[in-house]
């Protein structure tokens, strides 16, 4: 079975996401950091978890036996989305919203509600209006009940007026598998698996790229390159004859080509799918060259049937708005000034050549994908780092 449901995990570096994740999933997300160490680009975490129901007691549970002693039945697979850091997870949730179709907030009880981070979170949240939301207020183990209900309240009050005005508040202390079972439950009620437009013109977003042969392979043993990535919509088959797009330049400045290729072994965490759907992280073993492959060097593509997708570009036009930043000043975008753009899973440095009236002229540096139904996440240089600044649609 493929997951088929994508819910991200929002909150605060250090209330408990990890933990939260080892609990429903089974895996640590920590991962990223070993990617981040080794330098490579990748943003999107994915954790599958089976979720089961009791033939006898109708509870949901994320093993095939329940404690009551009936058998689960397998309902269906959820794939949950993180991506390291504070920056980088609420520029990948701004960017990459249209993969997610809801979001657990993680807000711990044992610190006043709202920290700053939980407050941006709520921000972007907001904006990309992901209605969907489960609360977990995590560690309760960590204070007195009477000090637990205090930041429910806050919490509550922290709430008013978003689009998680009216989500479930969940408790949990994940280190001890406390109201796990609540908190499946409550996702299975309030995250359910929207209704997808199989019959739209594919669309996959591109997190990784690698080559799978060990070094030495002879060349008529040699596999083609192996892609992975989400699908918005549409669906992939073995066999299907698609386009990757930006695609490789001939020289270096020059117009990329775009790739086309056949698919031919699909897989959602390791099992074989015979056709790939919205949900979860789906590789695609092609008939690539593997050397355009390897390293991730096409992290950012897009993957479509033959014809059917959006132009390349080297201009954006941004219909832009700037974020309130809780902890730095974010002030009005220059002319000239640099940017980095993320458009779904493609990023690209800019430079602002025209301003007008909410609108910014992007001349990119690298080539993307245009996908006007995509939301663009910008990042400017304020003090020493790259911090998100603000969010844009594609004119
Ligand atoms: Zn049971």
Redesign the pocket.
Known sequence: MQAEVNIGLLGHVDHGKTTLTKALTGKWTDTHSEEIKRGISIRLGYADANVYQ?K??S?FILKDK???G?AGELKRRVSFVDAPGHETLMTTVISASSILDGALFLIAANETCPMPQTAEHLIVLNLIGIKKVVVVQTKIDLVTKEKAQENYKQIREFLKGSVAENAPIVPVAANYNINIDRLVETIEKTITTPKRDLDKPLRMYISRSFDINKPGTVIAKLLGGVIGGSITQGSLKPGDELELRPGIPKKEGAKPIPILFTANELREEGDILKEAMPGGLVAVGTSIDPAITKSDSLVGSVIGKVGQLDEVVDTLKLKYELLKRTDIENPLLKNGEVLVVNINTATSVGVITNLSKGTATVKLKKQIVADKHSKVAISRRLGQRWRLSGWASIV
Do not use: E
């Open positions: 009791c006898k007691c509870k329940c404690d009551c009936g």
